[in-house]
């Protein structure tokens, strides 16, 4: 796939090899520095990886601040460079907890599973609501009282393959929560399978019957906080 004269990575949409040179509207110098993430590639990945940094690594890697600001430049934005490093965090630490969940659906499926799931392919769709998001709005339009006025900042789609080859296709709503007492950011991230297979639907299925007798008990709220 190719955008203009790049190349584009199918499997996260990101341009291969994404560069680590300072953009010309740089005033300052940003750090070339990956992080690698907790996320294991699945096998399928290994053929379009970005970067020698990515090949070497069985799991996902993160992009520097300068791979991340140089592909907010591509895209049209203008963002301050300070803020680059603080950025990455949060993109980072955002992916894990989604990735967590993703981990504790699948413990669900199958618990006695020897093997974890890996992730496949990674679709940005930030314009896209999905059918949840949209319900949520419509709820809240109807019953202002009971549903907050939220509308997801960011949605992804994640193609997870199962220690059986199955794909299984993960929705992600990423949603902005009230800061906490000191002033740090929250979030909320709506975690859950894509109604496209059986399998999805049934585990939709049985973790709502969970939950329902785990109210008796309490819930467990799915704010995240960055940590500081």
């Keep these: 796939m190719s955008h203009g004269n790049d190349v584009v990575n199918p499997l996260n949409n990101v341009p291969l090899n994404l560069s680590q040179s300072p953009n010309s509207i740089q005033a300052t110098l940003l750090s070339t ?4 993430s907790t996320i294991p590639r699945a096998l399928s990945a290994d053929d379009a990886c970005d970067t020698l940094d990515q090949r070497l690594s069985s799991n996902w890697v993160y992009p520097s601040p300068q791979q991340f600001f140089n592909a907010l430049t ?3 934005y203008r963002m301050p460079e300070d803020q680059m490093g603080t950025m990455v965090q949060l993109h980072n630490f955002l992916n894990e907890e989604a990735w967590r969940e993703v981990l504790e659906w699948e413990r669900r499926w199958n618990p006695n ?15 896209e609501l999905t ?3 949209k319900s949520l709005q419509w709820a809240n339009w109807a ?3 009971r549903f907050p006025a939220r509308r997801p900042f960011d949605r ?3 193609l997870v393959r199962r220690e059986t080859g199955e794909l299984i296709r993960y929705v992600i709503d990423y949603y902005a929560d009230e800061p906490d007492e000191e002033g740090n950011p929250a979030f909320i991230l709506d975690v859950r399978p894509a ?13 709502a019957i969970s939950g329902v007798w785990g109210s008796f ?8 906080e960055l940590p500081t």
Excluded at 33 to 36: A, F, G, I, Q, T
Excluded at 217 to 224: A, Q, T, W, Y
Aim: glycine fraction near 6%.
């Design 33 to 36: 520095k990956r992080e690698v």
């Design 74 to 76: 591509r895209k049209g």
């Design 113 to 127: 599973s020897m093997s974890p799931p890996h992730l496949a392919q990674i679709n940005g769709k930030p314009k």
């Design 131 to 133: 059918y949840k998001a």
């Design 143 to 145: 019953m202002p009282s």
């Design 156 to 158: 992804h789609d994640w």
């Design 195 to 207: 109604s496209d297979s059986l399998s999805s639907i049934q585990l939709k299925c049985k973790t």
């Design 217 to 224: 008990f309490g819930s467990e709220s799915s704010s995240k």
